[in-house]
């Protein structure tokens, strides 16, 4: 691992140009904005996230991630990418209604083709460890083709992930959060070498679902611990108010929260415990925050507040959640020094 590569990102309510960045404009890896289109920036992958922030009115937010080292941009079908020594990031955004599918759904089709190119374009540029992935897919709760869309999300994604034999059982962190109309969009960080995959034990693992979830269970890990150089980053995937595979606190967003809290907690305290440190804490975590109905946003910030203590960092977005009956979701992240 090159001990100049390392990862950083930062929040900001201003659409940065490159000039007004503080970094030398080769090691912008990539970025995003929540809450409207993200404007072209020079071939950087860019990730829009339509759905708006909360409180209402609250501005666009952008997140910027950023490598130490210089970076190579490319493309590679429909993906955008920038590369380093030893990380990839990458978006790829598909309208699918450019699908036509002889079986399958539009959608399916759509997953299908997205991660099939993430993972031909990791094998080329031999960074074959996928850490995380940001999957945001529009209308994530309807039924068409007598198939909520979430469920054909997860069979595209599925089907990919067998086409190339890569096992469920070391998959990124991950989340999948419903949007407005627009194209499919993913966004993913990847690596040379492999981030540990972090389980619950309060909570079945979401790639060995019961079949009541779906055709095909979704292919992510609850949470993933990698290292670079120098640095120890815990990506906790999105996470909800779950316990074993059944949602618990149906119609009590309050409670919802703090089950979630307590999931994350047990991945906080798995991740320190692998690391042989007090490395990461609620308190250290930097939290998005998706809301499913705006008028809740008050009761999820008390509840985290209650949780996390006067230092909690956190954005909130409206947006649905990949199942009815869940009011909210939460997924975190963050990076510790190592000695």
Known sequence: ??????????????ALSVP?????????????????????????????????????????????????????????GDIR??????????????????????????????????????????????????????????????????????????????QAFGAFERPVDSSPAACALGVGPGPLSIAFLAARTPADAIENPRQVSA????????PKSPTFTRAALARLEGQAWLFISGTASIVGHETVHVGDVAAQTRETMVNIGVLVDEANRRLGADGFSLSRLCYRVYVRHAAD????????????????????????VCRHDLLMEIEAQACHPLA
Not at 39 to 53: E, F, K, L, M, Y
Not at 207 to 214: A, M, N
Not at 297 to 320: F, I, K, M, N, W
């Open 297 to 320: 946003y008050p009761l999820v910030r008390q509840a985290l507040v209650e949780a996390v203590g006067p230092t909690l960092q956190a954005v909130y977005v409206q947006a649905d």
């Open 207 to 214: 790639f060995v679902y019961p079949s009541q979830y779906g």
């Open 20 to 76: 007004d960045l503080s970094f030398p404009e080769p090691t912008l890896l990539g970025m995003s904005a929540v809450g409207a289109p993200c404007a072209a920036v020079d071939g950087w992958p860019r990730q829009s996230v339509r759905t708006p922030r909360l409180p209402a009115g609250a501005p666009t937010l952008y997140e910027y991630w950023f490598a130490a080292t210089s970076c190579r941009r490319g493309r590679y």
């Open 81 to 158: 990418y920038s590369a380093t020594p030893s990380l990839l990031f990458g978006v790829v955004e598909l309208d699918e209604a450019a699908f036509t599918p002889a079986s399958g759904t539009p959608l399916s089709a759509a997953a299908e083709t997205a991660y099939r190119q993430i993972f031909a374009l990791l094998a080329e540029e031999d960074r074959p460890h996928l850490w995380r992935v940001w999957n945001y897919v529009p209308e994530i709760n309807r039924v068409e083709h007598s198939l909520e869309r979430y469920r054909q999300f997860n069979i595209g994604r599925h």
């Open 1 to 14: 691992m090159n001990a100049a590569d390392r990862l950083r990102f930062c929040l900001s309510e201003t």
